[in-house]
Structure formats: structure tokens, C-alpha cells
């Protein structure tokens, strides 16, 4: 588990969300998909507990059922539209990425949410990544053929 | 309906609840939700007040549905003392269960200490202090009901444990072999936290000095696990409304005991 892993929808930066849940696991019961995982005490003493996802196992399809039972805030219950999600964004790694490197591809692309919005195709049928309509849900890093994944997602930083 | 068995009742169902949460869930059918850091029965939602009171001390917030949460269990607690322990906490039940066979096999311990409540609220002040500055709610990581609620259902959910798991080992070996029920007595920050909430018309022990029925036997105080003298005075915080005394009183000293529990 990285230091800054991936947080569920609703989630503000990591110090406030390690201040805000009281871990009692509701968000991973609730997940359809089984996306979130709970960390246990071997992930770390502040971490124990808390809900996180690994995006190349299980990304989250944005299903919106996890904000609306957080119990204490530390996910933001009034947030609804999957558009509004910002768990991180999306980086491409140019070096490995298939289409930057000259071979067809289009897995993240077709596959993303914000369809059309937070992954574009340059000109030349590259995928780029709008950081500012990117909503992190890890889709993208999910489907990448490419292994280790040519596209991930980064956690929200702390404001 | 007999005290010990609504008693064995509730600790069973509390129980086959914490089972049934992840079950029913995995399904998909989310009725049923939570741990015993935050429970949701339907629409109405259940938080422990610790939980609750440190995410508010590191946020620096009040949370109206946070708030609203926590006001559910501590009105119980004013009312009826503190059931939760003795009558829900799977760490109780698992406690109690040892300490019945210690008893059987005679297990000698080589502690005693003075009953007192001092060292249970040392415990929560040492770590709600931690919880200020770390900036995260650390009672949470020796908060017994709440691991293993949270470990059952990590069991049925993802069929794996955490390590944390281990806390409730050492917790039963603690009071297995070195100190009588010293988790709960002494320790347990959850439990600490509750027993602030009462007040006169709380739901008590009562002993009826007056009657004759008393028969100065002291199996009420053979019956107490936690060690207390339910003919004395000061039993509160530390009594938590088991009633296993009264039960006890009841078989000695027949209907008209001297024991029973008072608004």
C-alpha cells in the first residue's frame, strides 16, 4: 500500500480524510463491485482500518453509493454526480504507452467514464489526459494492455 | 423474562448480527450495515461516541449527522447504564466465556488490583491526547468491539483477517492469566468513555438494605466476574448492568431478593 493510495469518491486529501474516518468499513460493504479494500495494521498505524482501492485490480465504476453512507464526513455525502468525483487523476507514461509509441490503441479512451472529456485523442490518435475533468476512478489504469500499466492514477495530493 | 437469558439472547444476536452484516452485504442488500465503531440499521444510524468525539477533535467540526449519530447510544447509556458492555460488546462475551473456564480449571493470577475506574480514564485521556496530535482517531486502534466487528466482516467480505486481529488474543491471555477481566476494568477506552454518561435516574443496582431477605450468602458477589461487591456502595462505573448478580441472589434468596435493577 503506497503511501498516498487511492481514497474512495468524496474523500478530501489524505490528512483530512486519516482525521475524518472513524473506520467502521461501511463504504466497502456497500461497494458493489468489491473495489474498496480495508487496510489493515501491517499498511500502517494511521492506515489500519481504512477504506482504499487498488485501481489495477479493482477500479471504482463511480456507482456513487459509497459517499452517501460515510458516517462521519470523511467522505462527502452530499456529492452525487460522478463527473464531480476527484480522487486523483490519470498520468500517461509516454515511454510505455502503446499509441505514443506508434501502435494503435484505444483502451483507456473507449473505457473512460467522462467519455470523450477526460481522455481525448491528440491528432495524432495519442490519449491525453485533461487533469482538470479526470475524476480518478482508475478505469483507464484498470484496462491498460500494457503491464506495468502505461496509464495511472495518482491520488489527490493535500491541499 | 429471566435476566441471564435475554442477556445470553442479546450477546448471541449482537453477535449473529456482526455475521450477518458482511453476509447480507456481499448480497447486496445493505439493510444491515456497519461495525460497532458505526452501525446502520436501516435509516437510522448508530455511532460510538468515542469513534465519534475523536473525528471531532481532529477535524475541529461538528458533523449534524455525526452528532445526531452518537446521541443515539449515549441517551442509552443515560438511560440504562452501560448495557452496551455487558450486554452487546462481543469482547465481553468472549471475556466472559474465558473467564468461566478459567474458573474451571482453576487458573491462579498472580495480580489483584484495587477496583477503581482511574486507570480506564488515564487510558482515554493518554489517547485522545494521541488522537489531537496525530491527527487521527487512535483509540480506535485498541477499541476491542470495533476490531472485531470490522475483522468479522473483512472475514465474510474478503475471506482474510488483519493482524489486528491478534489485539483480542493478547486482550483474552491479559485476562486469562495475569489480571481478572483487566481489559475491561482497567483498559478498555471504549467502555471508559461510556460510563461518563449517567446520572441519578440511571438504571442501577440497587441493594435493599431494609429487607430481611438478605441472607448475607455473597453469591451476588461470586456471580460478579469484574470482581465487585454488589452489597456495596460505589460499584458504578465499573458495573455494567450484567445482572448476573441478581440472578444469583434470585436462587439463593428466591423472589423477594434483595437485589434488582432501579430507575
Redesign the interface.
Known amino acids: 500500500m503506497s503511501r498516498n493510495p487511492l481514497r474512495p469518491p468524496g474523500a478530501q486529501g489524505e490528512i483530512h480524510f486519516l482525521a475524518a474516518c472513524i473506520r467502521c468499513g461501511k463504504c466497502s460493504q456497500v461497494c458493489p463491485y468489491r473495489s474498496i479494500i480495508v487496510a489493515s495494521l501491517l499498511d500502517g498505524l494511521s492506515m489500519m482500518g481504512t477504506p482504499y482501492l487498488r485501481a489495477r485490480e479493482i477500479p471504482c465504476y463511480l456507482c456513487m453509493k459509497c459517499p452517501a453512507v460515510c458516517p462521519s464526513g470523511a467522505l462527502d455525502r452530499k456529492l452525487r454526480r460522478m463527473q464531480d468525483v476527484r480522487m486523483g487523476a490519470a498520468i500517461i507514461d509516454k515511454k510505455t504507452c502503446l499509441p505514443w509509441q506508434g501502435t494503435l490503441c484505444r483502451s483507456c479512451y473507449e473505457n473512460c467514464p467522462v467519455f470523450n472529456e477526460a481522455i481525448v485523442m491528440d491528432n495524432q490518435l495519442r490519449p491525453v489526459v485533461d487533469q482538470k475533468k479526470c475524476v480518478g476512478c482508475g478505469i483507464c489504469e484498470n484496462v491498460c494492455p500494457v503491464d506495468p500499466a502505461a496509464i495511472a492514477v495518482n491520488a489527490k495530493a493535500d491541499k | 423474562m429471566r435476566i441471564w437469558l435475554l442477556r445470553r439472547l442479546t450477546q448471541l444476536s449482537t453477535i449473529a448480527m456482526l455475521i450477518a ?2 453476509m447480507l ?1 456481499k448480497k ?1 442488500i ?1 439493510a444491515l ?3 460497532l ?4 440499521i436501516g435509516p437510522i ?1 448508530i ?2 461516541p468515542l ?2 468525539l ?2 471531532m477533535l ?2 475541529l ?1 461538528a ?1 449534524s ?2 452528532m445526531v ?1 452518537m446521541a443515539i447510544p449515549i441517551v442509552f447509556a443515560l438511560v440504562f447504564g452501560r448495557v452496551f458492555c455487558g450486554w452487546m460488546c462481543p469482547q465481553n462475551a468472549l471475556s466472559e466465556l474465558f473467564d468461566f473456564l478459567s474458573g474451571k480449571i482453576g487458573v491462579k493470577r498472580p495480580f489483584r488490583l484495587p477496583l477503581n475506574p482511574m486507570p480506564r480514564y488515564a487510558v482515554l485521556a493518554v489517547m485522545l491526547t494521541l488522537t489531537v496530535i ?5 483509540a ?2 485498541i477499541s476491542a468491539p ?1 476490531i472485531i466487528s ?1 475483522q468479522i ?2 472475514y465474510f ?2 475471506g482474510a483477517v ?3 486481529l491478534g489485539l483480542i488474543g493478547v486482550i483474552v491471555i491479559f485476562e486469562f492469566f495475569i489480571i481478572r477481566r483487566g481489559w475491561c476494568n482497567y483498559i478498555c477506552p471504549a467502555g471508559g468513555f461510556l460510563g461518563i454518561f449517567r446520572i441519578a435516574k440511571t438504571m442501577s443496582l440497587t441493594y435493599r438494605k431494609e429487607t430481611d431477605q438478605c441472607i448475607k450468602c455473597g453469591q451476588c458477589i461470586k456471580a460478579c466476574q469484574l470482581g465487585l461487591n454488589p452489597m456495596g456502595a460505589m460499584i458504578y462505573p465499573l458495573c455494567h448492568n450484567c445482572g448476573d448478580c441478581i440472578t444469583a441472589c434470585r436462587r439463593a434468596a428466591g423472589k423477594e431478593n434483595p437485589l434488582s435493577f432501579r430507575f
Not at chain 2, 465503531?37 to 446502520?40: D, I, T
Not at chain 2, 496525530?134 to 487512535?138: D, I, Q
Request: glycine share 14%; proline share 5%; net charge negative.
Open positions: 452484516i458482511p452485504n447486496g445493505n450495515m456497519g461495525s465503531y458505526s452501525l446502520a444510524w455511532t460510538d469513534s465519534g475523536q473525528v481532529t477535524t467540526s458533523d449527522t455525526l449519530s496525530l491527527g487521527f482517531p487512535v480506535n486502534l470495533g470490522v466482516s473483512d467480505m474478503e488483519g493482524v489486528e
